[in-house]
Each structure stands twice: as structure tokens, then as C-alpha cells.
């Protein structure tokens, strides 16, 4: 039998750490209570539903090789920001699929269909990939074959079917409005010299012709530039469609909102080409530069001797409006931003500008995504000495909030995650609608 003075002990004990419990509950261990503080729901990553995931063969990555776009300055391939039209190429493609490269020089694309990888395989490596900006169903791939060697082809997609293939060089785009594509091909001749060509999505290809650089009241073109087929280089020569040779600069820019028109910033001079026929003609030129407020206008900073004079125009047409002095400094360009009417923008990095953006929710799945998988970056990190030159700082996180998911690259496997709904995703996705 228990003693008697043992029974009661045993109860006052119980009875103090119920009391302890009731008391301190409600508060965290840090603040000294007995439960842990709650975290917010996207900080652990079992709250992120994983829709796919691939394991990486030693050595591969999704990372572009030889990527020379004139809008890509930085060596690493864009991760990507909305994923708009006239961003640099990313990558992480929408929700659908990516692109990676092997380690004896191989290139491949990976496509999420039907809760399956479907393989896309090329014997060379992949330095620019593209799907069109709207149905999806058209592929554009740049491979590298050998030193100043490129190619280019569209495919169709799920089948892998090539449509066509033509040389071209690091790099290809697809129009705004999805209905062409623009590649360059580099002059063997002339420093900087490009000679560029549009070519349809649909339908057969159109016949070749060479800008004449002949429009009345407007420069002649600069010594040295073929201006007649004759002149062209071998591969020139071959390039296919309705072609135009200028010179791209390293602060060159090229935007091609529509399968028509073109817009060319390089040297401190601005070109506006229109397709008239099967012909490419300039609609207007000038000096200054031009910085795209897409997906809305074209704007222009022509630099003065005490000001700087800014001027705005529509994207298909020429028709330069002068903006009042006292309107706010634009931000630096950058193909990031998305443009809202006329008194907004902002970058999938909160960067701002305007208050047409003000009360607009602010990004956190970035953060919570490097939070949530940064252990598995640890691992792969200590597993696979590569992956520190590919991923020094973490994990790498690739948004698709208009999809409503993310790419994440950990190191030795890429997953792809749904994001938590909100209502910036909802605004996002009515911003990126409107374009």
C-alpha cells in the first residue's frame, strides 16, 4: 500500500503543473511559456504542395550556355520575372517545363504534361528557349554548335515536331503579341553589325527581301551596310523572310511589341521599322534613347544641354507626346517592369514607381520558398561540390505568379510548387491580362 503523505504529494504536484499549463499556454517557449510559437503557414515546406519534382543527373542544371541576348546582360541566365513577352529568356518556362544542359554538351527540355515529364533531347547545348506568350504550343529553342555557330528552330509542343530550322545567333524572341519570331544573325564583317528577319508562326515562309534603307527625309544608311541581297554574306544569303541589317551596340536594345513593328535603341540613335508588304521599312529615326514602358508606350530621354526632355509615343505608331517637367523621374529601365496605365509600375522585386501601385500587396513567396528549402540546398550543397558554383547563396527560386506556382532549383532536383492564393496573385494576374 502507498503511503498516505506520498499520495498527497503525487496530487499537489499535478495539481501546480496543470496550473503552470493553464497559465503559461497561451505563450511561446521564447517568451517562457510551454508551446511553440506559431509560425506563418508558408514558412515550412510541407505548406508548399509539390505539383512535380525531377531529380538531376550529376552535372546537369537549368542554366543556358553562351546566352549573348542584347537584353541579357548578366552572364547567368534571367530567372525570370512575371515571365512577360519582352522579358530576357528564362529557364523556367511558365508552368509547363525547363530548360537544362549537360556536361558533355548536350542540351534538353523537360514539359509537365499529362502528370508526366515529357523529354525534348538535343545533341548540342541550349542557350536561348522560349514558349510563345500565348497559347503555349510553340517552342523556340537556340542551340550552339560550335564557335559563332548558332541555330534556331520552332517546334510544336507537346508532338516535338520541328516546324522549321534556320541558322541564326545566340538568341531569338517572340513578338508581344505572339504571332512572329525575330532572330539575328551576327556580320562576319562589320563590328556590331546585325542582320535581323521576322519569321510567322503560322503558315508558310514568307519570301525574302532586304530593308533598303531608302525612306525619303530620313539618314542615309552608314557606310559599309548591305543594303541589296547581293551583298550579303553566305549564311546572310540564306536567312530566310523579310530581313534588315543594322548595328547593335553593347547598350543596344531591341523591342518587338507586334509582328509588324520594331523598335531599335543603340548608340545614343533610335530606329522605328514598320513590315510594309514583306519589307521592312523605318517609320522613323532619331537621336536619344529609348526606354520601353511595356506593355503600354515607347518612351524617349533626349539629353539636352541643361534638361532632359522625355517624350512618350504609342508602341505602333509614331507620335511623340512631350511628358510635363515636373512629372516623376522614371525608374532605370529594365525589362522587369510592368507598366499600369500612366501613373504605375513595379518589378516582381517590389521595386515602385508611381501611385498607381500604392496598396498594391507585396511579394513574400520568394523569401518563404528560400526559407522553406533551404535545408535541402544544405544537403545537395554537401552532397555535390558543383552546386555551390551554380547556387553560392541558396536555392533558386524562379516565380510564375500569374500561374500561381514557382520553379525551385535546390541543387541536385528542381521542383515545381503552387503558391499559397492571395490577393496579389489575383491583381497580377489581371495586371499581366491587360497587356
Known amino acids: 500500500m502507498i503511503p498516505k503523505r ?23 517557449r521564447e517568451k517562457g511559456g510551454v508551446v511553440s510559437a506559431a509560425a506563418p503557414t508558408p514558412m515550412s515546406m510541407e505548406s508548399f504542395e509539390t505539383l512535380a519534382e525531377y531529380h538531376l543527373q550529376d552535372g546537369w542544371a537549368p542554366r543556358f550556355q553562351g546566352t549573348r541576348d542584347p537584353d541579357q546582360t548578366d552572364p547567368w541566365p534571367y530567372a525570370g520575372g512575371f515571365e512577360t513577352p519582352w522579358e530576357p529568356a528564362s529557364p523556367f518556362m511558365g508552368d509547363q517545363g525547363f530548360a537544362m544542359n549537360g556536361p558533355t554538351g548536350r542540351g534538353e527540355i523537360l514539359m509537365w504534361r499529362g502528370l508526366e515529364w515529357r523529354r525534348y533531347r538535343f545533341e548540342a547545348p541550349i542557350c536561348s528557349a522560349r514558349l510563345d506568350p500565348n497559347r503555349g504550343n510553340r517552342l523556340l529553342v537556340t542551340l550552339s554548335l560550335g564557335k559563332d555557330h548558332f541555330e534556331t528552330r520552332l517546334m510544336e509542343v ?20 505572339g504571332k512572329a519570331i525575330l532572330i539575328g544573325l551576327p556580320s562576319p564583317a562589320l563590328e556590331s553589325g546585325w542582320l535581323l528577319t521576322t519569321l510567322p508562326l503560322e503558315g508558310d515562309l514568307p519570301p525574302q527581301t532586304l530593308a533598303p534603307w531608302d525612306e525619303p527625309g530620313l539618314p542615309t544608311p552608314p557606310k ?23 548595328t547593335l551596340r553593347p547598350d543596344a536594345r531591341i523591342w518587338f511589341p507586334t509582328h509588324n513593328r520594331l523598335w531599335v535603341s543603340s548608340g545614343g540613335n533610335w530606329t522605328f521599322w514598320g513590315l510594309e508588304g514583306d519589307t521592312w521599312r523605318r517609320l522613323g529615326a532619331g537621336t536619344g534613347t529609348l526606354a520601353a514602358h511595356p506593355p503600354l508606350r ?16 504609342p508602341l ?31 518589378t516582381p522585386w517590389d521595386l515602385r514607381w508611381g ?19 533551404r535545408s535541402e540546398w544544405l544537403t545537395a550543397s554537401n552532397l555535390r561540390a558543383s552546386v555551390r558554383g551554380w547556387l553560392p547563396e541558396g536555392p ?8 500561381e506556382v514557382a520553379w525551385v532549383w535546390v541543387g541536385d532536383r528542381v521542383l515545381l510548387v503552387r503558391l499559397h492564393p492571395s490577393d496579389r496573385l489575383r491583381k497580377i494576374r489581371a495586371l499581366l491580362k491587360s497587356r
Open 6 to 28: 506520498y499520495l498527497i504529494a503525487t496530487l499537489f504536484i499535478a495539481a501546480m503543473l496543470v496550473l503552470l499549463a493553464v497559465v503559461q499556454a497561451p505563450r511561446s
Open 158 to 177: 507537346p508532338e516535338g515536331r520541328v516546324l522549321w530550322s534556320s541558322n541564326s545567333g545566340p538568341w531569338s524572341r517572340f513578338s508581344w503579341d
Open 224 to 246: 559599309g551596310f548591305p543594303i541589296r541581297p547581293e551583298q550579303l554574306w553566305d549564311d546572310g544569303s540564306d536567312l530566310a523572310g523579310p530581313r534588315l541589317f543594322l
Open 298 to 313: 515607347m518612351a524617349r530621354l533626349q539629353s539636352g544641354k541643361d534638361s532632359l526632355p522625355r517624350s512618350l509615343s
Open 316 to 346: 505602333t505608331e509614331l507620335a511623340w507626346e512631350d511628358v510635363p517637367e515636373n512629372t516623376e523621374t522614371w525608374p532605370t529601365y529594365d525589362a522587369a517592369w510592368v507598366w499600369k496605365a500612366n501613373d504605375g509600375a513595379l
Open 355 to 373: 501611385k498607381g501601385i500604392e496598396g498594391f500587396p507585396k511579394e513574400h513567396h520568394r523569401q518563404y520558398l528560400i526559407s522553406a528549402y
Open 396 to 403: 533558386d527560386i524562379a516565380l510564375r505568379e500569374a500561374s
